[in-house]
């Protein structure tokens, strides 16, 4: 099974700073055969399923406000909270779908500072 | 509304089996594959298997391939997870999730969400 590792656990932001998470793969998640990147981010806020904000590491799902972004190939990818707002506060899981089974990371919870 | 809805909370014991449901509403059934995973309390999401509401054809996490079961109604537009002996270690909220992406495409993220239905395993 692939590994999804993240870090850190948890942090606290101030409004309007950067926010950054990090998933660390066991193994590439760049596919040969199309050139992509076989990973998402979503968001989970107490109380509610999760909801998809990045798919193929970096291609932000439609309505997802554009201060989150998605970067990073191979084994190491990172997502980014440009200024941080108060509705962001919630936790952060990635997910690989290179191969089943599909894994998540174990979840970054984001704060207020 | 494009939507998945899911039935209601259960208690079981331990031992037993429970049968979760998940009705779509508001797209094609058919077209996009239906995932299920779960999370318990306090804890990350775990993956136990896909469907596709197509063919019925079916694809489990290996953790669970001996007591799960998915399954859908086309004509309910509804899919189904049926977990089987049942432990303490099966307490936890159940999300049925969408494939976003439809037919044999590659990509398996999921675009919508059920509400979760939350098991509890308890003697």
């Known amino acids: 099974d692939i590994v999804m590792t993240q870090s850190p656990d948890s942090l606290a932001v101030s409004l309007g700073e950067r926010a950054t998470i990090n998933c660390k793969s066991s193994q590439s998640l760049l596919s040969s055969s199309n050139a992509k990147t076989f990973l998402a981010w979503y968001q989970q806020k107490p109380g509610q399923p999760p909801k998809l904000l990045i798919y193929w590491a970096s291609t932000r799902e439609s309505g997802v406000p554009d201060r989150f972004s998605g970067s990073g190939s191979g084994t190491d990818f990172t997502l980014t909270i440009s200024r941080l707002q108060a509705e962001d506060v919630a936790v952060y899981y990635c997910?690989?779908?290179?191969?089943?089974?599909?894994?998540f990371g174990g979840g970054t919870k984001v704060e207020i500072k | 509304q494009v939507q998945l809805v899911q039935s209601g909370a259960e208690v079981k014991k331990p031992g037993a089996s429970v049968k979760v449901s998940c009705e779509a509403s508001g797209y094609t059934f058919v077209t996009y594959d239906i995932n299920w995973v779960r999370q318990a309390a306090g804890q990350g999401l775990e993956w136990m298997g896909w469907m596709n509401p197509n063919s019925g054809n079916v694809g489990y996490a290996e953790k669970f391939e001996a007591r799960v079961i998915m399954t859908r109604d086309t004509s309910m537009n509804t899919a189904y997870l049926e977990l089987s002996s049942l432990t303490s270690e099966d307490t936890a909220i159940y999300y049925c999730?969408?494939?976003?992406?439809?037919?044999?495409?590659?990509?398996?993220?999921?675009?919508?969400w059920g509400q979760g239905t939350l098991v509890t395993v308890s003697s």
């Open positions: 999730a969408r494939r976003a992406v439809p037919g044999r495409r590659p990509g398996n993220w999921f675009d919508l």
């Open positions: 997910q690989q779908y290179y191969r089943t089974p599909l894994t």
